[in-house]
């Protein structure tokens, strides 16, 4: 695209944005499936190595595809933002080889031994696991409260000036609980806390956690970014340009966290249509909700788009719509959850979400087998909870499957 028309639209920038010229003039960018790259001359290699010139040297380092994402994601997560001075929000993204290896990054680059993490008790597993079982070898911790309630928030930051990042994920993983991301990002800059979240559930075209003053955001790029389960894959963003040049940077680089060009290609053209996809994934999950909460097999729906959802609120002041994931509980318990899953025939049976087929999984026989009934059931996974992530079918084949398998 040219550089002159600045993109008045979000799926303009889905689209175009960043997307350079190719000198062979492909259409789209091809992948740079090279491990290195070469010089002229040892001058040039020089230049290179010492900063002085701009260019590739290393795909761990970097390549021509992770760029394209990383600025096509930092236009998407900056779209329509303007710092206090007026002037556009600038942020720098780092493409990673997963969600956790840009949570890794993220976490890595801005504690030290005795800082602590204060986040709410719904979190992905994997973020939870490395809070919990993996940083607390390097004396990293995390405080854990219902971040729902300002209060508890408020009282641990009051309690323990150790508190150096608020940690937010919202809409969570797996019980699709919301966590108001402005009111909390202003208690945090109260405490001079860094304050990152997690946006895979809703991406930008729902939510831009910058908009509330955050100072960096994380993606699992797998899931809705990414649209057709094809590359695991994740981003760290941030607004403090040379730290994320350099810290950051640096801890991609050690780490040897980066992607691979195949996986940033496919990322790039299915963030093409992520608006689209939104639009379709949101539209049927909220039909689906309301079928289902109306269904004599099932005793609850968790879903941030029905009225009488605890987060419904929150969800609907920061997200434009409440997104594609919900869960909902059925009456035969166990057994009714494994009978429920083998009649599916369109939808499919499986973990993770955001692909354009409606993906299921019943966490107590899959994901959270190994959990402890009275541990699962803590955080809502009761025995007869199934998870959902909407797709882009034609609704009425979502609601026909969904109904023949609750029979
Ligand atoms: C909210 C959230 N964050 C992070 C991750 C981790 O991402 P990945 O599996 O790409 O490492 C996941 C994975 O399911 C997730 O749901």
């Known amino acids: ?103 890794t990054t993220l976490l890595v680059m801005n504690l030290k031994a005795g800082d602590k993490v204060l986040t709410h008790y719904s979190l992905y597993g994997g973020t939870e696991e490395i809070l919990r079982n993996v940083l607390p070898a390097f004396n ?83 899931k809705f970014l990414n649209g057709h ?36 290609f496919l990322l790039i053209n299915g963030m093409k249509t992520l608006g689209l996809r939104m639009e379709r994934h949101c539209s049927n999950a909220q039909e689906v909700a309301k079928f289902l909460n109306s269904h004599p097999a099932v005793a609850k729906v968790n879903y941030n788009g029905l009225p009488d959802h605890p987060d419904h609120a929150v969800a609907m002041r920061q997200m434009k719509y409440p997104g594609a994931m919900m869960s909902f509980e059925l009456k035969k318990g166990f057994q009714g959850g494994v009978d429920f899953m083998n009649r599916l025939q369109m939808c499919t049976r499986t973990v993770s979400l955001g692909t354009c087929d409606t993906l299921l999984c019943h966490p107590a026989s899959m994901t959270h087998f190994s959990v402890p009934k009275e541990a699962r059931e803590k955080y809502g996974i009761t025995d007869g909870l199934i998870r959902m992530s909407v797709g882009i079918e034609n609704l009425e084949d979502i609601l026909a499957d969904l109904d023949q398998s609750l029979a």
């Open 229 to 264: 389960g094809t590359a695991i894959g994740g981003v760290l963003l941030g607004k403090d340009i040379e730290k994320m040049r350099s810290k950051a940077y640096t801890l991609r680089k050690t780490l040897g966290g980066n992607s691979n060009p195949f996986d940033a």
């Open 140 to 222: 990293i911790t995390p405080v854990i409260v219902d971040l729902r309630d300002i209060k508890q928030a408020q009282e641990a930051l009051e309690r323990d000036p150790s508190i150096r990042m608020l940690y937010l994920e919202t809409p969570a993983n797996p019980t699709i609980q919301c966590v108001d991301i402005e009111l909390l990002s202003k208690l945090a800059k109260q405490y001079n806390c860094i304050v990152a979240c997690d946006n895979t559930f809703a991406t930008p075209y729902l939510q831009q956690p910058f908009r509330y003053n955050v100072d960096f955001v994380v993606h699992s790029t797998t």
């Open 1 to 103: 695209m040219s550089n002159k028309l600045s993109l008045s639209g979000f799926d303009s920038v889905l689209v175009h944005a960043e997307h350079a010229k190719d000198p062979n003039y492909s259409h789209l960018t091809p992948i740079y499936a090279s491990s290195t790259f070469v010089y002229d001359d040892a001058e040039q290699g020089m230049r290179r190595f010492s900063g002085e010139e701009k260019g590739y040297i290393y795909s761990r380092w970097g390549n021509p595809n992770f760029t394209e994402v990383e600025r096509k994601l930092a236009a998407m997560e900056s779209f329509g933002i303007n710092n206090p001075d007026g002037n556009p929000l600038e942020l720098e993204a780092l493409l990673h080889a997963s969600g956790m290896a840009a949570i």
